[in-house]
Every structure is written in C-alpha cells, then in structure tokens.
C-alpha cells in the first residue's frame, strides 16, 4: 500500500519505519530539512532499540523516502497518519494547532488533484475527544467533493520498546465510520496480527478516549504504589514483598507496580494533564486524576527528603554523582524526567552534580549546559562524590564494581530513587543505603 506519515518525531518514524517494513511504500514528510537529511543517511536521531537497523534496511529496498513536500506525499498516498505533536498548551489541553493547519493543508492539496480516488487521513497522535470530527471539517472545508475518510488510531508505543509494541501490538484500536475505510485498514494492519491479537474497531471518540484511558489509568498505577511504598516506609514494611504478593493477583498484574521517584516522560504526563482539562470542559469531576498529577509531583522529591535527612539539612559544597538522566531506560528521552527536578533541587540547595546516562547526556547538555559535570561513565560519576544518586534504572548500573566506588567516593552512601539493589547488597558491600518503601541501611546497621 501507498502510505504517507505526516511529522516524524518519535510516534512518525516508528510508524513509518515499521509500516515500510511490511512491503508498503512510504514516504516520511517533515519541515525539518536537517533531520530529513539525517534520515536518509539512516540516521534515526532518536535512540529507540532495533529503530538504525529497520531504517537502513528499508532505505535500501527503496521503500521508505523522506520530504519536506506535503503535496507529493498526499498526492501519492492512499493513506495519510497524522504523527504530529500536540504539546500541552498553558491551561494543560492538547494544542491541536498543528494537526488542524495540516489537515487544512491537506485539503488545499485535495482540492487540486484531478484523479479522485479515495484517501483515508489516520490521527496517530495522541487528541482528545472530538479531533477526528474537527479534522474531517477542516480537510472538507477546502477538498469539496473528493471521497476521504478520517480514522482515529492511537497509538501505544513504550519508548525503548517501541518498535517491538509496532510490529507485536498486544491490540490496535481504529475509530471508524466507514466500511470502506475498515477494511482498508484492516488489511493494512493484518500483518501485524497474524498470531490472533485483536483488532478493535469502535467509533472514533472511543478510540480517542481508550487512548487517554489506558495511559492514565497506568499513571494512576505507579502512582498508587508510590503512595504504598511511603507508607511500608513509614511504618517498617518492605514494599518488594508486598508489590510480589500484589501482583500476584491475575486482576491486578505484575506491571506498573514497581515503585519510584515518579513517572515521567513525553506521554503520561501530557496525557494525564489532558484528560483534566477535558474532563473540566466536560463539566466532569475528575478527583482521581487531580489526586495523581499531585501526588507524583510530590513522589519526584522524595529522595531530596532523605539527602537533606542525611547531611542535617545542609548540602552546599556537596558533590553528588547521578546516574540516569533520561525518564526510564532504554530510551534518550529526558521529558519530564524525575532526575531533572533532582538536579534543580540540588543546584538551588547549593550542591554540585556529576551525572552519567547511557544515552541521554547529550540531551541534558541541551538544559543544562555547564551547569553541571558529566561523567564518561558511571564509576567515573562517583570520583570524590559525598553521595550517589541512582534516578534511571538502567541494567549497567545493577552489577557495579562495589570496592572501586568505596575507593573513589568521599562517603559511600547511595540515594537509591528506583530500587535497583536491595538491603542485602547494602550490608554486604557496607554502604548507607536510602531506597524507596524500605527501612535505610543506616550507619549503626553496617557496625553490628
């Protein structure tokens, strides 16, 4: 099939990426020139597992291109996805403005072409209630009489595993109207149901809505073991036994339920802030999600509490190393991240940082500049460091070389904000150890 991806940030060049891998034909259209340029030299940009390697091996059997011409890309598809951001604008609604201006765009280019053979549009980003209605109005305000439908089909792609959730989707919700328009999506997306997992076809507002859902109810899920953890914490219980136990549970699940310094990121944040907004213009109490944006600010400074705990309130001239930048692992992606409400803390407390990250320095450079040091690894982070910070659980840090950071740190004492070791490990290597919903391993514990 002839498809066209309209913006290729994160959800676009997956997209893209991944359709080009079943044998259709794409073409990626974006304004920036240099990321396009980037693109064609088989340069992802971004860092997402098996993303380089699918992009190159479809660059090379010619069946993905990239433009910064909308016209050709629309004249020359049958499908057109909207991947298109939709940041959060100052009252925390989705701001539609770009994916409105290319729908109208796209009907200009509509209006022109003589062949008039039925396009389909696909809102891939993430919209509220009521956009597919909106764009299918903008796009026929200027086409007149070409044949178009507009679908929403959300996407659910966790970063770091994104291309693995595009080619393996647990389900793919597709909004509708037309049967003409279902089936062709239902053909497009077969190959990546072919082991039995289900295709939904609703409406369109429920497949906007199931978005929102299902990313919220997942915040409201990290969120509600936070809370469970500050209070096994309190009251000297050990979240891990009670987080196994729970999940345990076939209705609860495994997942979402290990606890942390909060949730971050491009998605549930921006989505959970939405939903807000929409559920107010609704006129519809939304005390759950309130209580989640609120509680999750507060989770992302939990360990600022422990380290002004542990040096008497006072941390100028401290020098902290920080491992982990990005909002969890496996990815760059440093949105929202947790370790940056850290890093402000502690600057504006009057103490220094030397951070690593695998993957994401490079984007912190971007906010942070020479504000603070980085590290070409983790144990080099910690040479003359008062305490160590761990904000990504990041495999390489599980397994560390324990005896070179009690020889390179002033005091080994580690501020653990995502639960990678455990008490054990703190006694067994002798270490202060601070983690989330767990009694600390304090310094009378490492002499008995």
Same mark, same amino acid.
């Given at each position: 099939?002839?498809?066209?991806?309209?913006?290729?940030?994160?959800?676009?060049?997956?997209?893209? #990426?991944?359709?080009?891998?079943?044998?259709?034909?794409? *073409?990626?259209?974006?304004?920036?020139?240099?990321?396009?340029?980037?693109?064609?030299?088989?340069?992802?940009?971004?860092?997402?597992?098996?993303?380089?390697?699918?992009?190159?091996?479809?660059?090379?059997?010619?069946?993905?291109?990239?433009?910064?011409?909308?016209? $050709?890309?629309?004249?020359?598809?049958?499908?057109?996805?909207? @991947?298109?951001?939709?940041?959060?604008?100052?009252?925390?609604?989705?701001?539609?403005?770009?994916?409105?201006?290319?729908?109208?765009? @796209?009907?200009?280019?509509?209006?022109?072409?003589?062949? !008039?053979?039925?396009? *389909?549009?696909?809102?891939?980003?993430?919209?509220? /209630?009521?956009?597919?209605? %909106?764009?299918?109005?903008?796009?026929?305000?200027?086409?007149?009489?070409?044949?178009?439908?507009?679908?929403?089909?959300?996407?659910?792609?966790?970063?770091?595993?994104?291309?693995?959730?595009?080619?393996?989707?647990?389900? *793919?919700?597709?909004?509708?109207?037309?049967?003409?328009?279902?089936?062709?999506?239902?053909?497009?997306?077969?190959?990546? #149901?072919?082991?039995?997992?289900?295709?939904?076809?609703?409406?369109?507002?429920?497949?906007?809505?199931?978005?929102?859902?299902?990313?919220?109810?997942?915040?409201?899920?990290?969120?509600?073991?936070?809370?469970?953890?500050?209070? @096994?914490?309190? /009251?000297?219980?050990?979240?891990?036994?009670?987080?196994?136990?729970?999940?345990?549970?076939?209705?609860?699940?495994?997942?979402?339920?290990?606890?942390?310094?909060?949730?971050?990121?491009? @998605?549930?944040?921006?989505?959970?802030?939405?939903?807000?907004?929409?559920?107010?213009?609704?006129?519809?109490?939304?005390?759950?999600?309130?209580? #989640?944006?609120?509680?999750?600010?507060?989770? !992302?400074?939990?360990?600022?509490?422990?380290?002004?705990?542990?040096?008497?309130?006072?941390?100028?001239?401290?020098?902290?190393? %920080?491992?982990?930048?990005?909002?969890?692992?496996?990815?760059?992606?440093?949105?929202?991240?947790?370790?940056?409400?850290?890093?402000? !803390?502690?600057?504006?407390?009057?103490?220094?940082?030397?951070?690593?990250?695998?993957?994401?320095?490079?984007?912190?450079?971007?906010?942070?500049?020479?504000?603070?040091?980085?590290?070409?690894?983790?144990?080099?982070?910690?040479?003359?460091?008062?305490?160590?910070?761990?904000?990504?659980?990041?495999?390489?840090?599980?397994?560390?070389?324990?005896?070179?950071?009690?020889?390179?740190?002033?005091?080994? #004492?580690?501020?653990?904000?995502?639960?990678?070791?455990?008490?054990?490990?703190?006694?067994?290597?002798?270490? /202060?150890? $601070?983690?989330?919903?767990?009694?600390?391993?304090?310094?009378?514990? %490492?002499?008995?």
């Amino acid at each position: 099939m002839k498809i066209a991806v309209i913006g290729t940030g994160y959800v676009g060049l997956v997209t893209g #990426v991944c359709l080009a891998e079943t044998g259709n034909r794409v *073409i990626c259209v974006d304004k920036d020139n240099e990321k396009l340029e980037r693109f064609r030299k088989g340069d992802p940009v971004i860092y997402e597992k098996n993303l380089a390697e699918l992009l190159n091996h479809n660059l090379q059997k010619s069946r993905i291109e990239f433009t910064n011409d909308l016209k $050709y890309a629309v004249e020359n598809s049958e499908i057109i996805f909207f @991947c298109l951001p939709t940041p959060q604008g100052d009252d925390g609604a989705a701001d539609l403005k770009h994916v409105l201006e290319v729908a109208e765009q @796209c009907g200009e280019i509509l209006s022109q072409i003589k062949d !008039k053979t039925y396009k *389909i549009f696909v809102n891939k980003s993430t919209v509220p /209630v009521g956009t597919a209605e %909106l764009v299918r109005q903008k796009i026929q305000s200027k086409a007149g009489d070409f044949p178009f439908d507009v679908v929403s089909n959300p996407e659910f792609l966790r970063e770091g595993f994104a291309v693995e959730d595009f080619m393996k989707p647990d389900r *793919i919700v597709i909004g509708i109207s037309s049967e003409k328009a279902k089936e062709l999506m239902k053909t497009l997306y077969e190959p990546f #149901v072919r082991s039995g997992n289900p295709i939904y076809f609703m409406d369109e507002k429920s497949a906007e809505v199931t978005k929102y859902a299902a990313n919220c109810f997942l915040a409201t899920k990290i969120t509600f073991m936070n809370e469970i953890a500050n209070y @096994c914490e309190t /009251v000297g219980a050990n979240v891990d036994m009670v987080r196994i136990a729970m999940g345990a549970d076939n209705r609860i699940g495994k997942r979402f339920l290990f606890p942390g310094i909060g949730f971050g990121g491009s @998605c549930f944040p921006k989505d959970i802030k939405a939903l807000q907004k929409s559920f107010k213009e609704a006129n519809v109490e939304s005390n759950v999600i309130d209580a #989640v944006i609120e509680t999750n600010e507060k989770q !992302k400074l939990v360990l600022i509490n422990k380290i002004l705990k542990h040096f008497n309130q006072d941390i100028r001239g401290k020098r902290f190393a %920080l491992w982990g930048l990005a909002f969890k692992p496996e990815t760059d992606d440093v949105r929202e991240a947790p370790a940056f409400k850290i890093i402000d !803390k502690i600057l504006e407390l009057g103490g220094k940082i030397v951070a690593y990250d695998p993957e994401a320095i490079e984007n912190t450079k971007k906010v942070y500049g020479d504000k603070i040091e980085y590290a070409q690894d983790a144990l080099s982070a910690c040479k003359d460091a008062d305490a160590l910070i761990i904000a990504t659980e990041w495999n390489e840090f599980r397994t560390p070389d324990f005896e070179t950071m009690k020889n390179l740190m002033k005091e080994f #004492v580690i501020f653990d904000g995502r639960n990678v070791f455990d008490n054990e490990k703190a006694l067994k290597h002798k270490f /202060v150890y $601070y983690s989330i919903g767990r009694k600390p391993v304090l310094k009378e514990d %490492l002499e008995r």
